[in-house]
């Protein structure tokens, strides 16, 4: 009986021992096969901090900063790490009620549990420091360093652009953008994101249960430093900017003004405009809604976006396509027919040089007919459809018609018909040169953006060639700058130099001649050479001039755009004109009660309470 | 009297003793990693928790060497006074003790706390020595049985009214003490079977179960090669039935929600990472991250970071599993399966009953906290919060734990005198 009950402590061993192996074998599976644990724990400890790398700055053509960072600090959540919070003093440190904290949180909390959202973002420095006081009490709240762009010279709206918080579109489109963080949203900034943006970084930072920062992970073995964004710098003359900003001011329209020989833009302003600091942090949301509201359409990019009718700009351009086409000479004469079209009253144009001077409508008729049939009274039918096809490739050359290159985002074509267009118009082909004279002036079907007119400026500068007007001349830090390469091309017209020169005559004369139609545009010791326009359109006529100076080496070229003005291109857009370069030239501008009129006054016919009605192409 | 101590140091089962100071060693290591603060990483902080457990360390050995010298007919001939004392000590802890996390169950001694439960495990164990040592007792009366579990239910009753009842399951273990002094095997086979039953009848369909039920005992009753009784196995076959038809009844009126909670937790019948099911979770992030090496000492993000609960008391398994890995934890384990297994070989060398039975106490004792500890933080077992023997905060547990140990090891010491 003895022997059988000792012989239990086998029994006891047995099972003892089997409870060992029991435990080791699920340390085993724990431990070695399974290492989704290990995931967990780090998803416990470890934070991923994203390093917000400082966005690149932009200076202009003399190294004036126009647009910098300033430091903000957002305040993120962790909802699912919230735990005895005290609400009311978080919310009087944020500034905001019962109500709103419960509709973020709740908002974060659907974004997800375990992931940082932002609970307030954009806190100033100053308010910040109370609240960096007392976030240790904030279990599961921690704060992020951001920066903001700010415009120490509130100019240049259009330009620089403005940087939102990214879209699902953008986190879609890229997924190096996560939720919260900024992207370019317009014009420089948005063209040039990648190289403002820089490069985020990352840091993992231990936190115990309670939230607390605890120290690096693995002695920041596995961090990644932020890299700054490069710096820009672009062709904007501050100066010249501000000067033709306040021209603008109480207009709408737009100045474009380019250095003809290295097509940097000097001036870019579409008016009205706007403060570009309206659009930086808290209060961006509801200036947003303000401007995007707002009649004038501030936000609307004029110079690149608005196709207006060219008006009579468009005559040296016709011209150069005759002359090169060899279907007039420069001594060819027209009669100011007022029977073909309207004109002003003037004497009849001898030459090339006097229809631009006094812009003769029934000349450029002629000429245009000309383009178009050569004149030949019985293959005139087919020969349109060649002429059509040879003015159309020219004037694409001179940059109408196409997407001119320049470094900002969002830039119209214009439109120049070709053949292909008045098929599909005139069902079967029905159309000649008498359906489309009003090309011949610049109205009708053809629109062009202010930057092609700017850019028919330089192309005449230059007596033939342009290079794509473009912003920015150099990337990177100020000590090793980066040349931008891409706008090094010359774009050629292939029309010969000798027939540029009788229209840098033509407009010279414009300025500087009785009978010429931009009389106002004259500048005492400065050689402007310039040509009004008077593009017809619902309203008052838009009043349209552009010009380079000094004749025999410009400096700049530029158009200049003044919607709905009473008067012709030569009342307000040349005066204009003239002051800018009176300003970029010689620095100072003397004509002060001049200057001071044309500041002051506001020409433009005011838009009425209903927006307009979309511009049909056929007039 | 010199000579005797000499014999006495060299008699000592100095491989038991070596375990003990490992364990309490291995202990002390989790407990300073567990509340390590690189502020104050002096080891003698006697502010700081780990501080504090050397100074319980330093206790233990004194007392242990104490019990070593004390004459080992002490402890029998006064084990029903120890019986009587801590059965009064946990009356008196239900009227004038501490209430800590639900349970009555601490004296608070100025800023020491003792909790008499830990000590009446030691006296259990001291008085069924005593009580099944006694000339002619044969585990087969039934009046020796009513002893036996009387000795055992009385104290065990006073722990539960603490409330605590992780305490008071400790003292089933003692029916393997009686197992080995000739209790019918069949309790033991019906004891597990019942807890298995309870088990599956939670898990699965209640009539599913009883089917699987009838089949076992029809083929148990057909092919089995010792014929079984008709009548017993269908009266075994309709208890069965009765008890799985009412566990849920007792799962929802006899236990409390806490309870309940964690056994569906542990059953994976309850998800809630956040609520109820945190301290597992927790706890087997903590020990499953360790992977095979561990991350190393003090390096463990779970327990250096507060994200597992009662990581130096009851979770304390979850440091070692954490930063020493499969290698460090499965060598704790082994270390007490070696422990067990000692002390079984050495209660069967003893001469004396009481040494015997004693002996068989202690491994019990043992065997059960090191079960249900581990097995809890390996989300093996429900939330049951009793210490890790040896190795746990504590200094109640660990004083308790050392004289439970050694006044086996001085009884084994004088296993070849005359009893």
Known sequence: MKKTLSSRRFVLMGIFIAVGVIYIIRLLFLQVFDDSYAQLANRNALRFVTQYPARGLIYDRKGELLVYNELVYDLMVIPRQVKDLDTNLLCKLVGIDKEQFLSRMQKAYKYSSYAPSSFEKQISKEDFGPIQEKLYLFHGFFAQSRTLRYYPHSVACHVLGYVGEVNENNIKKNPYYKKGDYIGMSGMEKYYEDILRGKKGSKITLVDVHNREKGSFQNGEYDTAAVAGENLYCSIDLELQKYAESLMQNKRGSIVAIEPKTGEIL??????????????????????????????????????????????????????????????????????????????????????????????????????????????????????????????????????????????????????????????????GGWNFYTIYSNSIGQGEVGVIPLQMANLAAIVANRGWYIIPHLVKYFGDENKKKRNTKYSNKHLTLIPKEYWDIAVEGMYEVVHQAGGTARKAKIDDIAVCGKTGTAQNYGNDHSVFICFAPKDDPQIALSVYVENAQGGGGSWAAPIASLVVEKYINKEVKRKDFEKMYMEVNPCQPLPLKRYIPKSKKK | MEKREKTIWENL??????????????????????????????????????????????????????????????????????????????????????????????????????????????????????????????????????????????????????????????????????????????????????????????????????????????LGYLFLRRKLSFWVTLLAFILSSIFVLSVDYFFNNALESHQKDRIEVLLGQKKDPQGVSYNVNQSKIAIGSGGFLGKGFLKGTQTKYNFVPEQDTDFIFCTIGEEWGFLGSSLVIAIFVILMVRLIKLAERQRSAFSQIYGYCVASIIFVHFTINIGMTMGLLPVIGIPLPFISYGGSSLIAFTILLFIFLRQDVSRLELV
């Open chain 1, 267 to 428: 001036c870019f302003v579409s008016a009205p405009f706007y403060d570009p600091n309206l659009l930086v942090g808290r209060v961006r949301g509801n200036n947003y809604m303000d401007l995007l509201n707002n009649i004038a359409k501030p936000l609307f990019n004029r110079a690149l976006m608005a196709e207006y009718p060219p008006g009579s700009i468009f005559k040296v351009a016709q011209a150069m396509i005759a002359l090169d086409m060899g279907v007039i000479s420069p001594n060819t004469s027209f009669a100011c027919d007022k029977s073909l079209v309207g004109c002003h009253q003037h004497p009849s144009a001898s030459n090339v040089k006097e229809a631009i001077k006094m812009s003769c409508n029934p000349y450029f008729y002629r000429v245009y007919q000309r383009i178009i049939q050569q004149e030949n009274p019985i293959t005139k039918k087919i020969d349109s459809k060649y002429g059509l096809a040879y003015w159309d490739e020219e004037m694409k050359k001179m940059g109408f018609g196409t997407r001119l290159g320049i470094d900002l985002p969002d830039v119209k074509k214009g439109f120049i018909p070709d053949t292909g267009y008045y098929n599909r118009y005139y069902k079967g």
């Open chain 2, 13 to 218: 089962d100095w491989t038991t003793v070596l375990l003990y100071l490992l364990l309490v060693f291995i202990g002390w290591i989790s407990i300073y990693s567990a509340v390590y603060d690189e502020n104050h990483s002096e080891i003698f902080d006697t502010t700081t928790r780990y501080g504090k457990q050397m100074i319980w360390i330093g206790v233990s050995l004194l007392i242990a060497t104490m019990v070593i010298l004390i004459d080992p007919k002490f402890f029998s001939q006064t084990s029903y006074i120890w019986y009587g004392f801590f059965l009064l000590m946990l009356i008196a802890v239900l009227a004038v003790g501490t209430q800590t996390k639900g349970a009555k169950s601490w004296f608070m001694i100025g800023s020491f706390a003792i909790q008499p439960s830990e000590f009446a495990k030691l006296a259990t164990a001291l008085a069924l020595s005593k009580v099944l040592s006694g000339f002619e007792v044969d585990m087969k009366e039934l009046k020796t049985k009513f002893y036996a579990i009387l000795v055992i239910a009385i104290p065990m009753i006073l722990v539960l009214l603490q409330n605590d009842t992780g305490s008071a399951l400790v003292f089933f273990t003692f029916i393997f003490v009686l197992f080995r002094q000739g209790l019918s095997s069949s309790i033991l086979i019906f004891g597990g079977a019942i807890i298995l039953l309870f088990i599956l009848a939670l898990l699965i369909n209640k009539y599913v179960l009883v089917g699987i039920i009838f089949v076992i005992m029809l």
